[in-house]
């Protein structure tokens, strides 16, 4: 038996293979990468912000030379449409230039300072300054639901480059001709930049061991993923299980829950054409789709009911971006539509297409069947039915975490929305008013991660600006004097940063 | 066989059993104790920063009022000297104060707000503003070397209060009188305050089991730990294994490399009684003891080695901590002592105490036994030769971890103190410049950390205002209304605090 030495893509339509052969790297190509990175690791860590920035913005500009041939190859490796995939290349160049500018801005330094006091008793205060520094290579894991905001050139890898740490991507193998187009243009920018190329590389396969190599391999300081539960949770045991543990960053699943409150129900019309809009937006395959929506039993909830039921029973049979994630979405619905507890809504499936979904139970059956908690990809969700607020906050009370919770009221509905409040906050990253969870904003504020399985690390976010601190640690620097120290913690303050100092912002 | 259900603590000078019984907790207990802090964790999670300020600081003041018989009874449980002890109880009551300071100031909340465009293409603009909420029940291990500063009423439960976190501590079998002392004092406290008691706990035992089950109780969200590496990296697993795995901060630890430069040496003839000092302080039992010292080949060197290995014959011996602690110290510089690649200097060993010890060796030896970088908790240290400022910089690549580095440079001295510095920001928490380790400031800008095995979560410090984040995660808030807004969210900004907006601090 010989090992494969290169593979190919999979159309995503028909599933015949893509012109294009791309080498099955292994645990050697693995080492090669991560000591090359680490070899470069300190030169990039100590680049000027503003060099770092530079190539950031080049990156982008050169996603954006390639972009139709990107959107192209991406649409047939994914089967995601066009216009999608160009909003998401937007949406990664936008990434880009978001970390360009928070570099720039540079409070993701974190600046502290305690000023010394030689008189103090009965031991003099000395002098402190802390600044945050890059941990050094990390190893990102592209997703195959965003083929380019959440891949090679996506926000792992924009926050880990901005942050000053060289970046080894492990491509997903549902789009390896995307990832091989992005990472080009990532080379192209780090030699227009003058720039060692160690700093970035792809790395493709099909084999599960190159993954675990590279989480095991002592070179490589920190660890970016999204994806399932199974897989992510494997390899973060794998980066636990490391003589020297390291930070594994895992986004890995969320069901979303929404919750309708009577009064909404009652003012808007359009819920449930907006809730069957996010659930089947890019095919179900958000991570943060509303995989469950609870309301109390009414009229108006039953009008919701049956208005969701007849517009994905109109809903077209989609193309899911793999045939392993359709497969696995026949099985979870086939069995989901075989229980007599639940009653099911379809629309008839083509070929080799699948159908959307959508169930609807009482919160009795949901609390007897934890395993719907479960999230499955694609374009169903389930609709719980309460009988009485207090069953609502009790459903609310046991669910685990997630990366969003919606919360619809209107104004009679707040004294209840207040209650759900203090517990959404205790079970997702994000909170969303009168909207839906679908569509994440890449700003300062945005925090998309939560308590697990939505995140392995609920203190971090991996979108946004905030994203950067998952490539650095903190250290503190006693009584250096000026020449030693660095330009963020010199007296003169160089960098013009914002600095805490004695616990005020300057 | 009945299982124990009380146990004495044991006087750390002659071996015999201190009065008073303390109960033997077992899985039950933490079950119960768990839930019940799971019970108020929202209560107290929504209580005001000013609120919970002056928990902290009834806290100390109770503290301060017992103050006499705490020392006096950890005096007997630690072998450790009364000055020390009440100096420590200062600084105790010192961080109860900053954590109350780092309350009201409100950075903690970490405001970040983006503000909305509803005519932004192609999407309109959201508002998203984002804080930091409390994890919820935390557990804390004491210290044995600081049963007071890293125990009880210490940093990681005075940063766990702070954040709104209930905590139920695991104190150390050292002190067992003394952690009960300090726990009355915090629930007179909660008392005095009006708030629920279960919002701290003291579990005391003598089995491994006690704190296996509090790191694996489903109720529990985040760990404090300081303590060795063995037993802490067994309880970080543990913490990962769970179904959800939940942040283990554990400071585990560290031998904290110095340099001493051949400027530095020529002009400053205190080095070597204040390097004897610092790692003779508190009996060599702190974890920032300088347990390794590189000094270049020179005359200066030699005078250096030798005036230490003079100042160390007149140490006298000395009581460690626990009988455990001193059968380990013996065990260990024992196998040192009698190995040929290393020159020994000591001084006489009294009955049941301890002698100081300090080795020297080359910088080849070093290199060739890897197992001497592990942490000897007491007072011994080495100093290893280097013939090149080449060697020196080749050790220094190889270190692991620390929780500090140490440079002591003059002016000559600075072309080879910035090579060495750019190699110790990657390896220590705290870099100390012409000064000595041992005594962690506890302020605003401190970092008392590092990589493995200085801290299971190097981006984090247990010392120091900053500590407070481990037991926080952000939440954003899409498109609220006011009303149901947290007061630190709303937009006439009640609790005046700073905040990021649009990038900016406002």
């Known amino acids: 038996m010989t090992t494969k030495t290169h593979f190919q893509a999979v159309n995503a339509f028909d599933g015949t293979l893509l012109p294009g052969d791309f080498p099955v790297h292994g645990k050697s190509d693995v080492d090669q ?29 050169q996603l954006e030379l390639q972009q139709d041939a990107i959107v192209e190859r991406a649409h047939l490796e994914t089967a995601l449409p066009h216009a999608r995939l ?3 290349l937007a949406r990664t160049t936008h990434q880009l230039h978001l970390f360009a500018e928070v570099v720039i801005a540079g409070h993701w330094h974190q600046v502290i300072m305690d000023t010394p006091d030689s008189q103090r008793q009965p031991q003099p205060k000395p002098d402190i300054r802390r600044q945050q520094v890059a941990l050094g290579p990390v190893a990102v894991f592209g997703a195959s639901n965003f083929p380019l905001a959440f891949s ?13 740490c060289p970046v080894i991507v492990k491509g997903h193998t549902a789009h390896p001709g995307t990832s091989a187009m992005v ?6 920018a ?13 790395l493709q396969g099909v084999e599960r061991e190159l993954g675990q190599s590279l ?15 199974a897989g992510g949770r494997a390899l973060f045991n794998l980066a636990q299980q490391r003589p020297e ?9 969320a069901i979303n829950p929404t919750f309708l409150l009577p009064a909404a129900l009652e003012s808007n019309p359009e819920l449930a054409q907006q809730f069957v809009q996010s659930m089947t937006l890019g095919c179900g395959q958000f991570c943060t789709k509303p995989g469950v929506v609870f309301v109390l039993n009414s009229p108006q909830s039953q009008a919701f009911i049956e208005t969701a039921q007849t517009l994905i029973r109109r809903q077209p049979s989609v193309t899911l971006l793999t045939q392993g994630i359709a497969d696995s979405y026949r099985q979870y619905t086939t069995q989901r539509a075989a229980d007599p507890s639940l009653s099911v809504c379809t629309t008839p499936e083509a070929a080799t297409d699948i159908a959307p979904m959508l169930f609807v139970t009482s919160a009795q059956q949901w609390q007897q069947n934890p395993q719907w908690e479960e999230e499955i990809f694609g374009p169903q969700s389930m609709i719980v039915v309460c009988d009485s607020t207090k069953e609502m906050l009790t459903l609310a009370q046991s669910l ?53 399985p939505a995140s392995t690390q609920s203190a971090s976010t991996s979108v946004g600006a905030e994203a950067i601190h998952r490539w650095l640690r903190p250290v503190a620097y006693q009584s250096l004097p000026d020449a030693l120290l660095p330009e963020a913690l010199q007296s003169d303050n160089p960098l013009a940063l914002v600095r805490q100092v004695d616990g005020h912002f300057d």
Chains 1, 2 share one sequence.
């Not at 990468?33 to 500009?61: M, N, P, Y």
């Not at 990472?183 to 192209?188: G, L, T, V």
């Not at 543990?245 to 699943?253: C, Q």
């Open 400 to 452: 685990t975490g997630s990366l969003t919770a919606t919360l619809h009221a209107a104004e009679a509905d707040f004294p209840l929305a207040a209650q759900l409040l203090s517990r959404l906050e205790e079970l997702a990253g994000r909170i969303v008013f009168n909207g839906w969870p679908t569509g994440v904003e890449v700003g300062y504020a945005m925090v998309h991660g939560g308590p697990y």
């Open 215 to 229: 989480v095991s391999h002592p070179a490589i300081k920190a660890v970016g993923f999204t994806g399932s539960v």
């Open 190 to 202: 780090l030699e227009e930049k003058n720039l060692p190329h160690e700093i970035f590389t792809l």
């Open 183 to 188: 990472a080009e243009c990532i080379h192209r």
């Open 86 to 88: 160009n909003g998401e």
């Open 33 to 61: 990468a991560a000591k090359a990175a680490a070899g470069v690791a300190r030169f990039f860590r100590q680049t000027s912000d503003h060099s770092r920035a530079e190539l950031l913005r080049c990156i982008a500009a």
């Open 152 to 164: 090679t050139a996506g926000g792992d890898t924009a926050s880990a480059l901005a942050a000053g």
């Open 245 to 253: 543990p390291i930070p594994f960053y895992g986004e890995l699943g």
